[in-house]
């Protein structure tokens, strides 16, 4: 039981690339999430998904695209990466129950650095 | 909209000492309320987290009581070691949806 996985753990892009981080999780949950991670800003949501086909924006989706893949997969797409986007991201996911509400658990983090 | 505000850190203690991060929170209705722990190269883990007004959670020694009346919970720990060296968040769930808002982070180092 391998949890939340995350790929790749570490990446550096230039201006304008493009790339996928990919997200998996084990545990039959419903809902994922996508965060990114900034010194003193604590984590701020960019995309979740409540179940399997669905998709919503969170915080700051702004240059970011999502995929529901099946149960198990979300990815996380930047199409035109800029510096903006140089940050730790964390992908989660939850049962999003009555009776385990909210408790989310999370992957090791993707630590991405645009130049 | 939901908001977490943590104390400012970073927090450095001695071993053994008494720690105490502050937690307030604005929402309406009825939060969930959680702390989640950071270990230097991992992802966040729960934890603990309470669910209803005057609820403590507790988890390896780590206690926070939710308190509806100064909409606060704050994170204890009588005697702080070595490994509780990390960043803890503060976060809510509203009751709209199982979305988490999380405070700033508190980073905290015990030294020996």
């Known amino acids: 039981n391998a949890g939340v996985t995350q790929t790749p753990k570490f990446q550096v892009l230039k201006t304008g690339q493009s790339m996928t981080l990919q997200c998996a999780q084990d545990m039959n949950h419903n809902s994922m999430y996508w965060y990114r991670q900034d010194p003193g800003m604590g984590l701020r949501l960019i995309y979740y998904?409540?179940?399997?086909?669905?998709?919503d924006k969170g915080e700051v989706p702004n240059g970011y695209n999502v995929s529901r893949l099946n149960k198990r997969e979300f990815s996380l797409r930047l199409e035109s990466a800029a510096p903006s986007q140089t940050s730790v991201y964390f992908c989660?996911?939850?049962?999003?129950?009555?009776?385990?509400?909210?408790?989310?658990?999370f992957g090791p983090g993707t630590r991405l650095l645009v130049l | 909209g939901n908001s977490v505000t943590q104390m400012e850190g970073p927090v450095t203690l001695s071993e053994e000492a008494f720690l105490t991060i502050n937690c307030t929170y604005t929402?309406?209705?009825?939060?969930?309320l959680f702390w989640y722990v950071q270990y230097p190269g991992e992802g966040l883990q729960l934890l603990l987290k309470a669910t209803k007004a005057d609820d403590k959670g507790s988890n390896k020694g780590f206690e926070a009581t939710y308190r509806k009346e100064t909409t606060s919970f704050h994170l204890e720990k009588g005697s702080v070691q070595v490994s509780d060296s990390a960043v803890y968040f503060c976060?809510?769930?509203?009751?709209?949806?199982?979305?988490?808002?999380f405070g700033e982070g508190t980073q905290l180092t015990v030294n020996p």
């Open positions: 929402a309406t209705g009825y939060p969930s």
């Open positions: 998904s409540a179940s399997e086909g669905t998709t």
């Open positions: 989660a996911s939850s049962e999003a129950t009555p009776q385990s509400r909210e408790t989310q658990y």
């Open positions: 976060a809510l769930s509203g009751t709209s949806g199982s979305r988490l808002t």
